[in-house]
């Protein structure tokens, strides 16, 4: 990358605004159960006493500790902590010599003495109808989008680069086929396309990137097609020829290199699309399955309760993709306008 380009993104706020707030939600992702309040496999702890309680709400608890219980450490950093613990809310206990009186909202609950400790959990985006932390779930629900859109994203690239130089560079029958292919499928449904992936092979992580990117390809494939039927009758082609390096070093070591511009637009399109194709797979029960959290299928098992007054368990969800998607699609405006040569020949 040279530097005049550098210089642009630098000089560009929104390429650096969307940038810094994507790599932040990249660390949050990748770092989340060392932030989130419930650092559990999939953050599902449930505490059905505190079901569906409001933002910014807070509970007493005592937690009977499990020795079975693991603790936070490397090994678990990105899976989350087995918990075999019990957590119980509570307005005000007795401690009897061998028994434990708990109170909560006017229920009294008799347990024999055991290990534990008091506690308190805050509720910044509410609970769900299980008692989960919608917070903790939201996070990890980033990193599932995150991680399938960036998966997704270079199934696309690497199959639509290759395809594309393919057919744009040699042309003929070859290009003839490549169009076949991209027309072909391009006249397949997107969503059909991933059901009929995700129904032949099951449902998983990596099924579903693969089933997302193998419905992206064709808008790169048809990008890099055009920039390299430009690109080749240019004067540092011919001379490459001339030098007789070969096609495939001429292609992918001076032809591709001078595309980079608009591939990386594509793919910040690209990254936007994945998300929402996911939301929308796990939001139709195609995606990610519960208990693993991710933003589709938060909208889809909270939908009755949403509409029914507890709005907040649709609203973050849905934030946290248009936030996404929106970051995503100003970075590619910005990259648009940062490699585009015209707007910049008096630079």
């Not at 290759?162 to 169009?179: E, H, W």
């Not at 076949?180 to 009929?196: E, H, Q, R």
Request: charged letters at 15%.
């Amino acid at each position: 990358m040279s530097k005049a380009i550098l210089k642009r993104i630098f000089h560009n706020k929104t390429a650096i605004i969307t940038s810094a707030s994507l790599v932040f939600l990249f660390l949050l992702s990748v770092c989340a159960f060392i932030i989130i309040p419930d650092n559990t496999i999939d953050s599902n702890r449930q505490i059905p006493q505190l079901a569906l309680s409001t933002p910014g709400s807070s509970q007493k608890i005592i937690i009977i500790q499990n020795s079975e219980t693991s603790k936070a450490d490397f090994t678990n950093l990105w899976k989350g902590r087995r918990d075999l613990d019990e957590y119980i809310p509570y307005d005000r206990i007795i401690e009897g010599s061998d028994n434990i009186e708990i109170w909560y909202k006017g229920t009294m609950r008799n347990i024999v003495s055991q290990k534990y400790k008091r506690s308190r959990v805050f509720y910044l985006f509410g609970s769900d109808k299980f008692g989960r932390d919608v917070l903790s779930r939201i996070i990890l629900g980033l990193r599932i989008s995150l991680t399938i859109g960036l998966l997704a994203v270079l199934v696309s690239l690497t199959i639509g680069i290759v395809i594309g130089s393919l057919g744009g560079f040699y042309g003929g029958k070859i290009d003839a086929l490549v169009m076949l292919i991209i027309n072909t499928s391009w006249s397949i449904p997107t969503l059909l396309l991933a059901f009929a992936i995700i129904l032949a092979f099951g449902k998983g992580l990596m099924v579903i990137f693969l089933a997302v990117g193998l419905t992206m390809w064709v808008d790169v494939a048809r990008l890099v097609r055009g920039q390299v039927m430009q690109e080749k009758s240019k004067n540092y082609v011919i001379a490459s020829q001339v030098l007789g390096l070969r096609d495939m070093t001429t292609l992918f070591k001076h032809i591709l290199p001078n595309i980079i511009g608009p591939i990386l637009v594509m793919a910040a399109a690209n990254f936007a699309t994945a998300i929402l194709v996911e939301a929308g797979l796990s939001y139709l029960g195609f995606g990610i399955q519960p208990p693993t959290p991710s933003l589709g299928n938060m909208l889809k098992e909270n939908y009755a309760y949403a509409t029914g007054g507890f709005v907040y368990l649709a609203f973050f969800p849905i934030l946290a993709i248009m936030v996404l998607v929106l970051c995503f699609n100003l970075l590619g405006t910005a990259l648009r306008d940062v490699f585009d040569t015209k707007s910049n020949l008096n630079e």
